[in-house]
């Protein structure tokens, strides 16, 4: 490759919200930004089990702009093809991979044991992507890092990773490659969260890579959402159902619990049993209290909030509540119903139409909350089809993604026109409206690269 050329290689969430990989080919050195799991789509899914169309053995370094799955989740299979460079990351960041990780790992050799027992998979015998053991040959390549300091990667190539909301340990890249800068904005997030504090912004980009969730799209404040809550428990504790939020265990499962603690707090919903059914939430709360600098709560407040919840870890538990017809409001994982213990509970609850499902975050197409959220009446559960009777409830004013407004005041401190702006980490009408956006507001032309196709920057 000629070294005055830049290839970029869009190996995920492009033209899809999930997956998201771009490695950076200098000719000299290839840097992958972010090494996500496909989530969704079947047709997306299956691209899981394939080999990347690059030698991954090739690859110099990783670098993460956080830690949740569709950003992190395909790393142990990126070890297993060969990948043997340093994997670069703030360390809350490090410390939720490892836990998300581990918990997928553990879902999937658990998962892939029930369909060989049930014999519902095609696949015989059926096999999890990766297990523990390839997680435990993942973790040894993770390198923490401060944010906001300049980090020398390679001759001529450093990097800097700047707090950017979201999720603990978030950030956005700038990557300098002789003296070009490229910015990976990862995922933005909002600029009053109760939880996290507002996003840093870049003031140069050369090359701008932008990611597009909500693009179009407008959220109310997150204050607004409060009276919602407040009424969607009250209206089904009183008919004697019970709330089950699928909730993402990184931030979004404490900014509930956050929530429904105030609320109970200042008596505006009943007392009734409050549960947060997720190790991996248990293990994020635990980072909360390590990680005083990237939040908002204070020690006491971690403390009061968490003594109000009955926070499960064991599968045992998980097993004997969910037959539990008691009203009560119950988190647990995954956000997309896309696996989880919250699949648990809809095999034995989903037939109560006095129980509500709230969602509280994006819901990625052809996942099970996407197509409950579209009116189905069935899903399936571990290779069976359950009736869904549940009343649906969406607060959209809880998304831990910036909004389109807050994605085009993100960028207003850039103080040089980018020579190319790329469009990621969306569904297409997201991605047209912030292209469209872009170039209203800025006079910028931006492109919507598809899934493997390779751009060349001078």
């Not at 968490?306 to 956000?335: Q, W």
Request: hydrophobic share 35%.
């Amino acid at each position: 490759m000629d070294n005055n050329k830049i290839n970029i290689h869009f190996l995920g969430a492009a033209g899809t919200v999930t997956g998201s990989k771009y490695l950076v080919d200098t000719g000299d050195r290839k840097i992958l930004i972010d090494c996500g799991l496909f989530q969704g789509l079947k047709e997306l899914r299956l691209k899981n089990w394939e080999y990347p169309p690059v030698n991954v053995g090739d690859i110099d370094a990783v670098l993460l702009t956080h830690g949740h799955m569709d950003h992190t989740g395909y790393l142990p299979r990126l070890v297993k093809q060969g990948f043997n460079g340093p994997i670069y990351g703030t360390n809350p960041t490090l410390d939720i991979a490892k836990i998300i990780l581990n918990d997928s790992a553990k879902i999937q050799e658990q998962e892939a044991e029930r369909a060989n027992k049930e014999g519902y998979s095609k696949h015989s015998p059926a096999e999890p992507l990766y297990d523990l053991k390839d997680v435990e040959k993942t973790i040894p390549h993770f390198k923490g890092i401060p944010q906001s300091q300049w980090i020398p990667l390679f001759d001529g190539i450093r990097a800097r990773f700047q707090y950017n909301g979201h999720i603990l340990g978030a950030t956005y890249i700038e990557l300098d490659v002789h003296g070009k800068r490229f910015v990976f904005s990862g995922d933005i997030g909002r600029t009053n969260d109760l939880l996290l504090y507002p996003p840093l912004k870049p003031k140069k980009a050369d090359v701008l890579f932008i990611e597009s969730t909500y693009g179009g799209r407008f959220h109310p404040d997150e204050i607004e959402a409060l009276p919602q809550i407040e009424k969607l428990v009250n209206d089904t504790i009183n008919r004697g159902g019970s709330l089950f939020i699928p909730s993402f265990s990184v931030e979004r499962a404490q900014l509930m619990m956050v929530i429904f603690w105030k609320l109970l707090k200042e008596k505006k919903i009943p007392k009734v049993r409050m549960i947060m059914d997720s190790p991996m939430g248990a293990s994020v709360l635990e980072l909360f209290h390590r990680t005083r600098d990237w939040h908002r709560l204070d020690e006491n407040e971690c403390d009061e909030m968490c003594s109000h919840f009955t926070v499960v870890s064991s599968y045992r538990e998980t097993m004997e509540l969910r037959t539990d017809n008691k009203p009560k409001i119950v988190i647990a994982g995954s956000g997309m119903l896309t696996g989880g213990r919250m699949l648990n509970y809809l095999e034995t609850q989903a037939q109560n139409p006095n129980n509500t499902l709230l969602f509280v975050g994006y819901q990625a197409e052809g996942t099970r909350g996407r197509k409950l959220l579209e009116g189905d009446k069935e899903l399936k559960v571990y290779g069976k089809w359950v009736p869904f009777d549940m009343e649906v409830a969406e607060i959209e004013g809880l998304s831990a993604h910036a909004d389109h407004a807050e994605l085009m005041d993100w960028m207003d401190k850039i103080n040089n026109k980018p020579e190319r702006i790329f469009i990621v980490h969306g569904e297409k009408e997201s991605a047209e409206a912030l292209q469209k956006g872009i170039k209203e507001t800025y006079g910028w032309d931006a492109e919507i690269p598809q899934l493997y196709t390779i751009e060349e920057i001078e």
